[in-house]
């Protein structure tokens, strides 16, 4: 389905873009190219991965599930993420699991290969924990997050993160489309609390919807709020 790794632009979004070109044609002869429908896994948590997958288009959600059955969604990853990278390198079981929140395309890296350029590749090495630091950094933010500010921070936040980083159509609505309960997951509050807050933040013309879609209408409020003002 799709062409080389040594050609491939995706990877200069992630830690592949370390690989030297030998170790890329040898990914590439493995590789298996897949179409991930929207709402399908990825891999489940606890899952023993025995390959990543290198994400060429579409989105994701990973998230973990809390000892009392509810969701939490701890990043939404797209286009470059290489997904299950710190369970193949630690040999461990998977701590999240990977769903499709609309179609996809990935190609699955068999782990020997991995492994290999980790041992022979210092600077494939060096990418690698730049990366899972980068993870660990954005866990800290989350922590932070949760623990000093409100539900109605956290929601302006998220819709701020999501136009960010996906940016609007041409009706200016954010391109990703979440479910209520996925923002309520992102967040970490109930589903209830999570469309309360919305609404609260349409009347006061901070946000505009139509079903789903939700469309920034007073960023300079919204980031306000954001930080506390």
């Not at 936040?157 to 159509?169: A, P, S, V």
């Amino acid at each position: 389905m799709h062409g080389r790794c040594e050609n491939c632009i995706i990877r200069e979004l992630n830690s592949l873009k370390a690989l030297k070109k030998e170790e890329l044609k040898r990914i590439s002869d493995s590789k298996v190219s897949k179409i991930v429908k929207k709402g399908e896994t990825l891999f489940a948590e606890g899952e023993k991965l025995n390959g990543v997958f290198c994400v060429r288009s579409g989105v994701s959600k990973l998230s973990k599930m809390s000892n009392n059955g509810k969701d939490q969604i701890v990043k939404i990853a797209t286009k470059g993420e290489v997904l299950g990278q710190r369970s193949v390198i630690s040999d461990e079981s998977t701590n999240l699991s990977a769903v499709a929140l609309n179609d996809m395309e990935v190609c699955y890296i068999p782990k020997q290969h991995l492994q290999e350029s980790l041992n022979n590749n210092v600077e494939f090495t060096k990418a690698v924990l730049v990366h899972i630091a980068s993870d660990l950094k954005f866990a800290d933010n989350i922590i932070v997050n949760m623990a000093q500010k409100t539900v109605r921070q956290r929601v302006a936040e998220t819709i701020k993160y999501l136009e960010d980083n996906f940016g609007k159509d041409n009706e200016g609505y954010i391109s990703i489309t979440l479910t209520r309960e996925d923002i309520a997951n992102i967040v970490g509050t109930a589903k209830e609390a999570c469309i309360r807050t919305l609404s609260s933040f349409k009347k006061e013309n901070l946000i505009a919807t139509d079903g789903k879609r939700i469309k920034i209408e007073d960023k300079k409020a919204l980031y306000r709020l954001i930080e506390g003002f």
